[in-house]
């Protein structure tokens, strides 16, 4: 296998857009291949992550379309599905085609036009998401999937369910604060406690300052070889672990603040690049819901089951913390453009590592994680990147 | 088993398991093999309906076609596996963290289909026992 780089990145700013899931992308695409130094003609193959597109505006097979808008209609250029997790599913299928020898120079990433439903049509889409046999049918909706988590861990730790709530309620305080330092983000406003827990209730115990919003956005990764990459760069970020697991329905997961596939897929990350949890620096995870964020931090092995909520609380998290979650501003303030995330997350982490996050950058950030959940926690994907230089 | 005979099954007040020859685990809803070790040799059984609730939620804001308040809960069968299903006779303002862990009885209820679903829909219902 080659050592593969992710040469260039590009995204748009996310939100509430007015360009369709294909402009959307080609944006991205045009600033990741400047980033890279590279032209449109030098790509291979194109893959993109989108989740919704057939709902968001009638559009099938729009990896074609997303090629031909760059004027490289005749590469092959296939679109990936993996609810949430559609854009890093994207990104870890093309790191292995170019691991494998077969492209040298590949476009991923994904796109998304969410707003475009309204509220209603994004609600029925969305708990497609869910088993359509056998747990769909109860009405459950993604808030309600994460607020069981949040009962059950209450329950499993022995934890009063207010004091839970509080902990919940800093990882927005917290992730609304780093989203004031990201330009591109959707939210930058800062929220108190007392925000989280006044707001409506969703799901209970979900609040609507606990859930992520709707969002319009693209993210793209121009990914090589560390041999091409070292004549184009000084400044190679090098993807060193890639993992991805799936589950089958919330029934058949069981204990559900465990998220068995996250700790299947980090864990062959982790074994991939040879490193452990505490030689993470920095880490863009999947915090679709307060409580998503505090199992994804024990999940990947920050913190103990059951002290990640503690963890939240102390600050530990935070920019100056001992493990910086989500300084993007996560999914709960950057926004949530669900097929472009994972190749949102990766763009952070690049441009966390090359040192270019300004009042959010993490101090001498080598190695960095991104953490992406598609659907009731079955599609889970990791992966590592680390500073070539 | 399919999952046509299995929402049948539900429709005339049985829950179908599917019972494992080789490691004893019971499957429920149906899965091509065990879900305990992957063994084919399965046979079809009568199961209890009856379990304890594991966690819950109450959704306020519905998908299209439900409404509000609607408690959900997941429920560990006597008989192991762990099935979704809306909690009925309970009104939301009742339902607490001390829901989990009481006994329920299991039932069914018939929804129309919608515009994505492959027709009707059959959704598992829990109902508490002894309150």
Redesign the interface.
């Known amino acids: 296998m080659r050592e593969v780089v992710a040469l260039g990145v590009g995204m748009t700013p996310f939100g509430v857009s007015e360009k369709t899931c294909v402009e959307l992308f080609a944006s991205a695409a045009w600033e990741a291949v400047q980033d890279a130094g590279i032209g449109t003609k030098d790509i291979e193959a194109l893959f993109l992550g989108n989740v919704f597109g057939d709902f968001e505006e009638g559009q099938a097979v729009m990896a074609s379309f997303a090629a031909a808008q760059l004027g490289i209609p005749h590469i092959p250029a296939t679109r990936f599905e993996g609810a949430c997790a559609s854009g890093a599913v994207a990104v870890r299928d093309a790191y292995m085609l170019v691991a494998s020898g077969q492209y040298d120079l590949v476009l991923a990433g994904g796109t998304e036009r969410c707003t475009v439903m309204g509220t209603?049509?994004a609600?029925?889409t969305?708990?497609?998401g869910s088993d359509?046999?056998?747990?769909?049918?109860?009405?459950?909706?993604f808030?309600?999937?994460f607020?069981?988590?949040a009962?059950?861990y209450?329950?499993k730790y022995a934890l009063p369910?207010s004091r839970l709530k509080e902990h919940m309620a800093m990882v927005a305080v917290k992730n609304h604060k780093n989203g004031c330092f990201n330009e591109k983000a959707q939210f930058r406003k800062e929220i108190t406690p007392e925000h989280v827990l006044n707001s409506?209730?969703?799901?209970?115990p979900l609040q609507l300052f606990d859930c992520c919003p709707f969002s319009d956005g693209a993210a793209a990764v121009v990914l090589t070889t560390l041999e091409k990459a070292k004549k184009m760069t000084e400044k190679p970020v090098i993807i060193a672990g890639a993992g991805q697991a799936s589950a089958g329905?919330?029934?058949?997961q069981?204990d559900?603040t465990l998220v068995q596939a996250r700790r299947i897929s980090s864990k062959k990350a982790y074994e991939m690049a040879g490193i452990g949890p505490e030689e993470i620096d920095v880490c863009e995870l999947h915090d679709c819901f307060t409580i998503a964020e505090i199992v994804a931090t024990e999940g990947l092995g920050f913190f103990n089951d059951g002290e990640g909520s503690y963890a939240a609380q102390e600050g530990k998290t935070g920019l100056q913390g001992t493990i910086p979650i989500n300084p993007s501003g996560g999914l709960k303030a950057k926004g949530h453009p669900i097929g472009a995330t994972g190749a949102a997350q990766v763009y952070e982490i690049v441009k966390q590592l090359k040192g270019e996050c300004g009042d959010r950058q993490v101090e001498n950030a080598r190695i960095g994680i991104t953490d992406t959940l598609g659907g009731d926690l079955c599609t889970i994907v990791n992966l590592i990147l680390k500073r070539g230089w | 088993m399919t999952?046509q005979q299995f929402a049948e099954g539900l429709k005339q007040e049985k829950l179908l398991g599917l019972r494992c020859n080789d490691c004893g685990a019971y499957t429920a809803?149906p899965k091509l093999v065990c879900?305990g070790c992957g063994s084919e040799n399965l046979e079809i059984e009568e199961l209890g309906k009856k379990g304890v609730i594991?966690?819950?939620?109450?959704?306020?804001?519905?998908?299209?076609?439900?409404q509000p308040d609607?408690v959900?809960a997941?429920v560990?069968l006597e008989e192991g596996?762990?099935?979704?299903?809306?909690v009925e006779d309970l009104p939301a303002n009742e339902?607490t963290?001390e829901l989990?862990g009481k006994q329920v009885r299991l039932g069914h209820k018939v929804?129309p289909g919608?515009t994505?679903?492959?027709g009707e829909?059959?959704?598992?219902t829990f109902h508490l026992e002894a309150r």
């Open positions: 209603s049509l609600t029925r969305f708990a497609m359509s046999r056998y747990e769909s049918p109860t009405g459950i909706t808030p309600g999937v607020g069981m988590i009962h059950m209450a329950d369910l409506a209730m969703i799901a209970d329905n919330l029934g058949d069981r559900l | 999952y809803p879900f594991k966690t819950y939620t109450i959704i306020r804001v519905p998908p299209e076609g439900f609607n959900i997941l560990e596996p762990w099935v979704m299903g809306n339902a963290i989990i929804l919608d994505y679903s492959a829909r059959v959704a598992m």
